[in-house]
C-alpha cells in the first residue's frame, strides 16, 4: 500500500514568510510524528499525535512553530516569521498505534516519509 | 534529559561483519531501536529491543544490555548497498510522562570493495 507521503518535497522561502508543510500518513495509523534533520544529525523530535490530539508537543522550539491534524489522518506543520535557522529537512513519520499504547516489548516502528527541505533565504 | 552516543563514522569492507555501538543515558528506560538512512533517503526501521540479549533479522543483529545502558548493531555479510547512516533510538519516558523516541546523531558506514 501506499507510505507517508510529504508535500512540498522542496520549499524555499524568504526569511520572515510563513510555510506550511503537508504529511499523509499510511491509513490506519493513529500516531503521527513530525521530526526535523539537520545534515549529519539524527531526526529531532517535534511533536506527536494521538488521533486528532497533540499528545506531546514539547520538541517543538518556539511558538512559531504549529501544527495539527483536524480529522486524526493529514498533518500540516506551519512555521511563521521563518528564520535563516529553519532550515532543515522535516520529516513526517506514522506508526500503528504510537508509543504511548502500544505494549513496551513490541517496537513502535515508525514509517517515515521522504521528508520536505525547507531553505530559509 | 536523554543523551545517546554512537560513532560519528565507521568503515568496513564488503563481506565483513562491522558492529555499530550506542549507549544512552536516559530515565524510564523502554527500549532500543535501529533505523538505516540512505542519503537523501527517509529512515527505516531495521529493529527493536525491549529485553537484554541479542535480536537477529537475517544479516542484521541488534544486541542491548539494560544494566549497562548499551546496545550495538550487528551487519554481517557486508554489501555495498549497507553503506548508509544507522540511528540508534531509545524509547523511554519524559519529564512529562510521554512515551517518546529519541534518535542518537547516527552512524555514517561506509562500505568499501
Known amino acids: 500500500g501506499a507510505g507517508v507521503s510529504q508535500t512540498p518535497s522542496n520549499k524555499v522561502t524568504e526569511k520572515g514568510k510563513y510555510v506550511e508543510l503537508r504529511c499523509d500518513p499510511i491509513?490506519?495509523?493513529?500516531?503521527l510524528y513530525w521530526y526535523r534533520q539537520s545534515l549529519g544529525q539524527g531526526p529531532e523530535f517535534l511533536i506527536y499525535?494521538?488521533?486528532?490530539?497533540?499528545?506531546?508537543d514539547s520538541g517543538l522550539p518556539n511558538d512559531r512553530f504549529f501544527a495539527v491534524r483536524p480529522e486524526g489522518s493529514v498533518s500540516t506543520l506551519k512555521i511563521q516569521r521563518t528564520e535563516r535557522g529553519d532550515s532543515a529537512v522535516y520529516l513526517c513519520a506514522s506508526s500503528l498505534t504510537g508509543t504511548g499504547l502500544q505494549e513496551l516489548a513490541i517496537a513502535d516502528t515508525q514509517y517515515f516519509g521522504p521528508g520536505t527541505r525547507l531553505t530559509v533565504l | 534529559g536523554q543523551s545517546l552516543e554512537q560513532p560519528s563514522e565507521v568503515t568496513a569492507v564488503e563481506g565483513a561483519i562491522v558492529q555499530i555501538n550506542c549507549t544512552y543515558q536516559?530515565?524510564?528506560?523502554?527500549?532500543l531501536s535501529w533505523y538505516q538512512q540512505h542519503d537523501g533517503g527517509a529512515p527505516t526501521f531495521l529493529s527493536y529491543n525491549a529485553l537484554d540479549g541479542l535480536e537477529e533479522t537475517g544479516r542484521f543483529s541488534s544486541f542491548l544490555s539494560r544494566s549497562d545502558s548499551y546496545g550495538y548493531l550487528l551487519l554481517q555479510e557486508l554489501q555495498m548497498k549497507d553503506s548508509a547512516s544507522y540511528f540508534c533510538a531509545v524509547r523511554d519516558r519524559d519529564s512529562g510522562g510521554y512515551q517518546k523516541v529519541t534518535f542518537g546523531t547516527g552512524t555514517k558506514l561506509q562500505v568499501i570493495p
Open positions: 536516559t530515565s524510564g528506560f523502554y527500549g
Open positions: 491509513s490506519g495509523h493513529t500516531a
Open positions: 499525535f494521538q488521533g486528532t490530539g497533540a499528545a506531546d
